[in-house]
Every structure is written in C-alpha cells, then in structure tokens.
C-alpha cells in the first residue's frame, strides 16, 4: 500500500554540525510533503513544507529537497543545536488526508 | 495567542463508557483533523474536516465519530471505547488542506 518511511530511526550529531534527516515515499500522487518536529510530551511543530512542484525550499536553518524521481525526501538542519533534539517526521498530503512517516529521533552532542 | 486547545489532557475511563474530547482553534482554520499516535506505529489520521459540515474519514476511523458543527471545534467522539482505543491523540488545524498544520498538546486516553 501507500507509505512513507524513513532511513534511519536514530541520528546523533555533534553540536554545530549540520544534519541530514532522509525520508522515502511511494505515492507519487502527493500533493505536498511537510517536515515537524517533535519534542517529549509535546505535539508535533511544523518545520518546512514543500509543494509537489518544487525541489527545494529554504526556511531559517532549514532546507527540504524532493526528489521526486527517486521519490525521496530530505531535511537539511545547518548549525545543529541542542535545542533540534526532538523526532523529525515527514509526511505526505493528498486532497487533505495526511500520512506520516514513523519518525526519526535527533540527538545533539554538545 | 494562535493556538489549538484540547480537553481533557489526560483521561482515564473504562470499556463502553462513551466519551468526548474537544478540540477548538482560534485561527479561523477551515481544516481539522484528529491524530492517534502509538509507539511503533506513529502518527496516524482517524478523522478529518475541510469544513463546517464536511468530515472524511483518514486512515483508522473504526469506533470514531467526528462532528463540525462550527468551524472552531471539531470534537472526537467514542460511542463505545475499547482498550485498543488506549493512545495519544492530537487534534490539528490549518488554514487549508496544503497548509502546514498547527498541533493540540495531546489528550492521553487510557481504557481500561
């Protein structure tokens, strides 16, 4: 069936680093991709989102490519900090029905 | 202050006793949504609404029902809770359906 998945589950950095969180999908017919951030006992926070049409999105720190060929997902964080520690989601919307990935967990090392 | 309210927090109750969690935004949000979350399994939509009146079912809607009467609140109802129904739930809003989502802290449902 349909679904998003994810690389890695867990990814440790040092602090300062920039970090690669990779995210892999398979319907094609998405019409948006969106990266959040979860931090313990708290609900999941937009990060970036990307249309179908674009390959590429810069926020504050942040930076989505879509690989649409390979169907492939990525969130680059520059200047990894403590405070990204969280689990990072992808998720795919098609006509308001959204599917998330199972997550990745973000460490940071000072 | 932009945000999603959800009531209770936390909850514990036991097998066919119905109940309600409210979920309400004061942004205006045409799109609403209800999220179970469960380890191993993520993040998984039960119900949305596009609208006032408008619900869809996501991807587990079995033993939920929504309603959307009035487009700040968007309750999830179980008419008759199981203990399989024990999880985390988040209600989100967005300005539409290809708007990044604003989530709710959560309501910790336990059934016993």
């Known amino acids: 069936g349909e679904s998003v998945g994810l690389h890695l589950p867990t990814l440790s950095v040092q602090e300062g680093d920039n970090s690669i969180i990779n995210c892999a999908y398979s319907?094609?017919?998405?019409?948006?991709f969106i990266w959040y951030k979860q931090e313990s006992g708290k609900g999941p926070q937009f990060i970036i989102d990307?249309?179908?049409?674009?390959d590429k999105r810069q926020g504050q720190r942040v930076t989505v490519l879509l690989n649409k060929t390979v169907k492939h997902l990525s969130l680059q964080i520059a200047a990894t900090q403590p405070g990204d520690s969280a689990v990072y989601f992808c998720?795919?919307?098609?006509?308001?029905?959204?599917?998330f990935g199972q997550g990745t967990i973000l460490t940071v090392h000072p | 202050e932009a945000q999603v309210t959800q009531n209770p927090r936390y909850l514990i109750t036991v097998t066919g006793k119905k109940l309600t969690v409210t979920c309400s935004q004061n942004?205006?949000?045409?799109?609403m949504s209800w999220y179970r979350q469960d380890p191993g399994l993520g993040l998984r939509q039960i119900y949305y609404?596009?609208?006032?009146?408008?619900?869809d079912k996501g991807d587990v809607p079995e033993g939920y029902k929504v309603s959307r009467k009035e487009k700040r609140n968007f309750p999830l109802i179980l008419e008759s809770p199981s203990p399989n129904q024990t999880s985390l739930y988040f209600c989100?809003?967005?300005?539409?359906?290809?708007?990044?989502?604003?989530f709710g802290p959560g309501t910790r449902l336990t059934v016993t």
């Open positions: 989100a809003s967005s300005s539409g359906p290809l708007g990044g989502q604003y």
């Open positions: 319907n094609s017919a998405s019409d948006y």
């Open positions: 990307i249309r179908s049409n674009m």
């Open positions: 998720a795919e919307k098609k006509n308001g029905k959204l599917t």
């Open positions: 942004m205006n949000h045409e799109y």
């Open positions: 609404s596009m609208n006032v009146e408008v619900t």
